[in-house]
């Protein structure tokens, strides 16, 4: 099998010339049928997590370290409901944010948290592409664009779930030709595997019958400070990544490069996400904030290619990808005006980030970017690690 070459930016590989000119069980092994309901992780009751949708069953999985770190993940859209890590105190903190119940996740206009995205992450112009000459035209959720698949993207479909032990959970999910208006029928897998030195990794997998466009992710909505707190923009962050692909004001790149250095943009040196958050800048306009895809200078997976932390909780994360890009997102579109988080809690503006490992947005309509095109007989296969340490 041909595997899907993770190739860099066109652009940023002849530099940025062209630019200068002009978002449980047990140990033992279990089945599919063993029961979850008596498991209860980060104060989330795994029976509200028990249902039937779209005439599959949905349950929640918990996987756990010999370090006493834990996640929990519901095969509806794959999502990472609690994830639980030490802080420099030795007490373990839920640092995503998301719901207690199955219910929750399912309300009109949910933010995709924690979710599993696809096919496409990200944006597309217009919900428009050609492909082999033929044009395509996908579900419009987001203004006058798609948004993360459309109104029935990965977020919002059941996987069918293996856990074969405490540490990993294979979810697998067929898109059928023509869901959400893209060709082929897709075959995904996606792994979860919480290791001993705390870092979740995730492996995603896929397979297509069609020409097709592909580009998977996962939403996590992070808050190093601990889900619940009120804001993120005193979390430190660092990206290497010495330019963005900016945006129009419907989110959409440009199909150009722009630096980041003297630029709010600028993470290469770790800063507070709040640091310049809001000065006078058209991209942060356009966003409401930090919305955008900075174009990594490495993404070969043995190298971070972010680190966020925590100065309140002494709490790490670093970023492990083989994707080219990296959407940072600051919570702009946080509300906080309902009580529905996990204990009851409110998400306010920018209590969470996200930091989705991607392919640049809109790539099948944008030549310099890297293609997202898969074809049969190849397999789309990419890696993502969020490593958790203390300092």
Known sequence: MKTVTKKHFLLYSLGLSLFMGCAGPSAKKTSDSDSTSSVKTASIDAKNFEGDVNGKPVKLYTLKNSKGASVAITNYGGRIVSLLVPNNKGTFTDVVLGYDSLKTYQKPKEPFFGAIIGRYGNRIAKGKFTLDGKAYQLDINDGVNTLHGGFKGFYAQVFDAKQADDKSLDLTYVSKDGEGGYPGTLTVKVVYTLTDDNALKIEYTATTDK????????????????????????????????????????????????PVKGTPFDFTTAKEIGKDINESNEQLKNGKGYDHNFALNKHDATQSVATVSSTETGIVMDIYTEEPGLQFYSGNFLTGQTNDGKGGKAYPHRSAFCVETQHFPDAPNQPAFASTVLKPGATYHTTTTYKFSTK
């Open 211 to 258: 020409n097709t466009v592909v580009n998977l992710t996962n939403h996590a909505y992070f808050n190093l400070n601990g889900e619940g707190s009120s804001t993120i923009t005193n979390n430190v962050l660092k990206i290497n990544a010495d330019a963005i692909t900016p945006v129009d004001t419907t989110l959409i790149p440009t199909g150009k490069l722009l």
